[in-house]
Structure formats: structure tokens, C-alpha cells
């Protein structure tokens, strides 16, 4: 892979449909909350099929889309486990602890977070430019931008007759 094919594209030599996509990784976060609230699972999964969907369409657009789904990741765990807690505590009776209200605490904190720097990256992404997350947007740029980066084209597979003719 060539150098020239991993430097940073500018502002003005990315397409607006290449906009578009990398903006709509972060709305498909504030869409799947929309839609399945009460099951944060919901948004994890729509940001793995939007990644898989978009990762091929440009190096932008993968890097955003996979900034999106890596920090949701954690944000969706802590979710899941204070709604798990919830319900446990709901079903077998037990009391409210001071660990459930820290946890509470903790996950209301991450998704503010979590909203914050993701309309921060949909903004920077709508006008061609990079945005990064602390850590997610490191991992993300080094697999799409980085020295060893993923090549975006389909490997080439040679047309042979099976083995054995």
C-alpha cells in the first residue's frame, strides 16, 4: 500500500456523499436510542452493521464508523449492566445499594460524555474533518490511516478450476 493512498484527505477532496456516511455513524446512535431505549444492546448492534456496511466506502467514512462503534462499546456495557442490576433488583425484591446509585452515577456521566464528543465528530465529519475520541480515535485512525493500515480494495482472486482437473 502506497503512502499516498493513507494520507489524510482534506476538507474540500472529500465528497459529500463520503460526508454524509461518515456523519450518519453518529446519528445511527441517537436513531437506535430512539428506537429501542429501553435496550441499549440495540445500539451497538445498529453501529457493527452500520460499520460493515460503510467500512469499504472510503478511509473517512471507515475511521468515523468505527470511532462510533468502538466507543459505544463501553457505554453500551455500562447500560446493560445497571438495566440488568435494575431488574434484578425488581424481580427478586433486594433494595437499592449505594453500588447501584454509583453505577448510576457512573453510566449517566459516560453517556453525557459519550453524547458530547459524539455531536462534536458529527459535526467535525459533516465538514470533512477529523475528529478524534481519546483512545477510540487513535485505534480507529491506526487501522485506516496508520503505517499498517487496512487495504480498502477487494483482493483479487484468481479464476481457476477447482483442484483436481
Known sequence: MSSEEKTLPQPDEI??????????AYLMMFAA???GLPLPILNLIAAVIYFYVN????????????????SQIPVTLL???????????????????????VLL???VCGN?????????????ARKGNFFYFPFFGRVAFSRFYGPNAVSLEAALKENRPPEGY
Do not use: C, P
Open 15 to 24: 465528497s459529500s456523499a463520503e460526508k454524509d456516511d461518515a456523519t450518519g
Open 105 to 107: 452515577g457512573i453510566m
Open 79 to 101: 447500560n446493560v449492566a445497571l438495566i440488568v442490576w435494575l431488574f434484578r433488583i425488581l424481580i427478586t425484591g433486594l433494595s437499592f445499594t449505594s453500588g447501584f446509585f
Open 55 to 70: 467500512k469499504k466506502t472510503s478511509r473517512f467514512v471507515a475511521f468515523h464508523a468505527l470511532q462510533s462503534l468502538l
Open 33 to 35: 436510542w430512539a428506537v
Open 112 to 124: 453525557i460524555l459519550y453524547v458530547i464528543f459524539s455531536i462534536a465528530a458529527l459535526v467535525r
